[in-house]
């Protein structure tokens, strides 16, 4: 379990990794082609951070054919909030971020 979170931890440290992320969370299923179209990067740079992804469970991959689709994994995510933020009273964290939310919005209106 310990070396599962550390590959987890380690592919989400990456700001590109990450991007990934969000990239396949708008819209899950995408070839390389695609990913690599909406990133600035290489496509070697793309293949490399799917592939450490993938190595830590955030991305489930799926042949359809010749394609290969990349999908979010949102389960090792969902295991480190529940370790780690759940630890810190969870709804006094939401109250504290609907506050913010609220003054931030008060300051700019």
């Not at 979010?72 to 909030?81: C, K, Q």
């Not at 529940?82 to 609220?102: S, V």
């Amino acid at each position: 379990m310990a070396d599962d979170l550390d590959l987890v931890f380690k592919a989400l440290a990456d700001p590109g990794r990450r991007l990934l992320l969000d990239r396949l969370h708008a819209e899950s299923g995408q070839t390389l082609g695609q990913l690599c179209a909406l990133m600035e990067m290489t496509r070697q740079a793309v293949t490399k951070h799917l592939k450490l992804l993938e190595e830590a469970n955030l991305v489930a991959v799926v042949w359809k054919g010749r394609e290969k689709l990349h999908y979010l994994n949102p389960v090792p995510i969902h295991e480190i909030a529940e370790r780690w933020i759940g630890k810190f009273e969870k709804g006094r964290l939401e109250a504290l971020a609907e506050l913010k939310r609220k003054l931030e919005e008060k300051a700019d209106g």
